[in-house]
């Protein structure tokens, strides 16, 4: 049986770990209502740019730009973004080990699979297993929109110098504090939706400027709305997760904390009753 000793540091090396745990919940909890409001507010946002770029590109100029040439895929190029920190359960690596298993299945689909990752755990996890083209780190830490944009633009340099014919983005989108879903997305080339209701009469516009000229503006924006929108849902994730994870810890700890007091209290009951058994018994020998 453990010493007393060694009973009562564990009890109080665990409260101190309770006491981080339960501090890590609440900063992540105030962090979470601005990071969900951000996800919020940018979402029909994004939503309505993707509306009006689909309507731009079903127009016979549409295919005349660039971003909207659709070549045989023979390299992709997959976006990738994480958390910089750990301390948030599976939240990345669930995400690498779909990342990775998606490398694996396509293998033989693409000559050439890159991957780019925002966040340093992407990074750390598939550096190893792929070929990592590039790597924006502690740019979640304080998301702007000016990060996205300088991601975006690498990845349409690349898209159009023909580095790579594909652009896939894997982020975890934020749907509770509880629950965040691994979501795949296409960037490049900017594919046409079907309408849900092919009888419907898809409405005419005319557009001022050209559409050609609206193209050239609302194209870039839409890669860089994709990626803030990406990197605001991570975030958002990333601090539902942590809470979830350190109240988690926090009920742990306070079942150990239980655990080793019974085990304390019962070694600490022997040691009384060892002490009065040879102080009977000594006493008993002093009278015979």
Do not use: W
């Not at 690498?96 to 689909?109: G, H, L, S, V």
């Not at 349409?156 to 975890?172: K, M, P, Q, S």
């Not at 509880?178 to 979501?183: A, F, L, N, Y």
């Amino acid at each position: 049986m453990a010493s007393l000793k060694s009973i009562k540091k564990r009890i109080v090396s665990v409260k101190n770990t309770r006491q981080i745990t339960k501090a890590m919940k609440m900063v992540s909890a105030s962090k979470l209502r601005r990071a969900q409001e951000n996800v919020v507010a940018a979402r029909p946002y994004a939503k309505k740019l993707g509306d009006v770029l689909q309507s731009l590109a079903a127009s016979p100029e549409g295919d005349l730009h660039p971003l909207l040439e659709k070549r045989e895929a023979k390299r992709l190029l997959l976006v990738v973004l994480t958390s910089d920190r750990g301390l948030c359960g599976g939240f990345n690596t669930n995400l690498c080990k779909a990342a990775d298993r998606y490398i694996k299945e396509n293998k033989d689909t693409f000559e050439q699979i890159s991957v780019m990752t925002i966040g340093r755990k992407g990074y750390e996890f598939l550096k190893s297993r792929s070929t990592v083209r590039n790597n924006f780190p502690n740019v979640l830490a304080k998301p702007n929109y000016q990060s996205a944009a300088t991601i975006a633009q690498e990845i349409i340099d690349g898209f159009t110098a023909e580095e790579y014919d594909r652009v896939e983005l894997l982020y975890n989108s934020f749907r509770t504090v509880m629950t965040q879903d691994i979501t795949f997305e296409q960037m490049l080339p900017v594919t046409q939706k079907e309408t849900a209701n092919m009888e419907e009469t898809p409405v005419e516009f005319i557009y001022e400027p050209s559409v050609s000229e609206l193209l050239e503006e609302v194209l870039p924006k839409n890669i860089e709305v994709q990626i803030f929108k990406a990197m605001l849902e991570t975030v958002a994730g990333e601090h539902g997760a942590r809470m979830t994870a350190m109240d988690s810890a926090s009920k742990n700890a306070n079942e150990m904390i239980g655990k080793l007091t019974l085990q304390y209290n019962r070694a600490r009951q022997a040691a009384i009753t060892t002490e009065l058994m040879e102080i009977i018994s000594g006493s008993e020998s002093i009278k015979g």
